[in-house]
């Protein structure tokens, strides 16, 4: 496998509590120009409220650290003023 290939490995971010959380963090993302996408954020309408099932934010290999970095400093403006749900970061598969 070349190196460019291996950067644009898709690889888990993060994951979040509940779908509406996934897509801010997604928005945020995007906003500061990573490409990602929430994946598993309708599977609770389907089939309930199952332990293991949450919604995750994926990016490019490339793009992990920045990404990263990015919900980090949006949970310490976040832990300011309200009680988001921590992300779950570094997890890349």
Do not use: Y
């Not at 690889?11 to 996408?37: D, F």
């Amino acid at each position: 496998m070349s190196k460019e290939s291996e950067q644009d490995d898709i690889v888990k971010l993060a994951t979040a509590g509940n779908p509406v959380q996934a897509h801010i963090w997604e928005e945020a993302l995007k906003a500061e120009g990573v490409r990602c996408r929430v994946v598993g954020d309708f599977l609770d309408a389907g089939l309930g409220d199952i332990p293991g099932l949450s919604a995750e934010l994926w990016v490019r290999r490339k793009d992990l650290a920045r990404a990263e970095e990015i919900l980090r400093r949006g949970q310490e403006v976040s832990q300011e003023g309200s009680e988001d749900e921590e992300p779950r970061i570094g997890q890349a598969e």
